[in-house]
């Protein structure tokens, strides 16, 4: 069983995913740092812009189903990783998947405070909060669907791992 961490960006999935990989001993991984990868280490903005977003999403779907393949790990998702009802049931078998929910003012608040977002993140709808929310309101419905557990991303991140470890280790033993 797995840890699958699903949000927008800077919801926290990176940060609560080494978090949980260090408090459960379980391996951590990245979505993002996977597409990196197999992309010769070229950034998610470099990658979607050589390729396009027709194989950028295909090569996402390709890491998604890879790391989901394993067992006893943490998964922290891409933003746009759920896209595909593929990627949907890999991130649902035997997984508990955990949606950081953040509202819209607080997300915006962290790209501007984000110094690696601008370089290292494409923009998908024209940037600023208005491809915030035209993206969430494309994912939300997704994250929430596919979700076991929808958290606060705007708690503490020791309150987080507590919450997500408890319902992790309930969820193995039942």
């Not at 950028?56 to 790990?73: Q, S, Y």
Request: hydrophobic share 40%; charged share 20%; proline share 5%.
């Amino acid at each position: 069983m797995k840890i699958v961490l699903i949000g927008y960006r800077t919801s926290g999935k990176s940060t609560l995913g080494q978090l949980l990989s260090q408090a459960l001993c379980m391996p951590y991984l990245d979505i993002d740092r996977g597409i990196e990868a197999h992309a010769g280490g070229q950034t998610l903005t470099d990658c979607f812009l050589a390729i396009g977003d027709e194989a950028f999403r295909k090569l996402e779907a390709e890491v998604v189903a890879e790391m989901c393949a394993g067992d006893n790990c943490i998964i922290a998702f891409g933003a746009g990783s759920l896209k595909f009802p593929t990627s949907q049931q890999a991130a649902q078998r035997d997984s508990l998947v955990v949606y950081l929910q953040v509202p819209i003012p607080e997300l915006w608040r962290r790209f501007q405070t984000d110094p690696t977002t601008a370089d290292t993140r494409p923009n998908l709808a024209g940037g600023g909060i208005g491809e915030i929310e035209e993206m969430m309101a494309q994912r939300e419905p997704v994250y929430l669907a596919c979700a076991d557990l929808v958290v606060d991303g705007t708690r503490a991140p020791a309150e987080l791992v507590s919450e997500i470890t408890a319902a992790f280790t309930e969820r193995r033993n039942s």
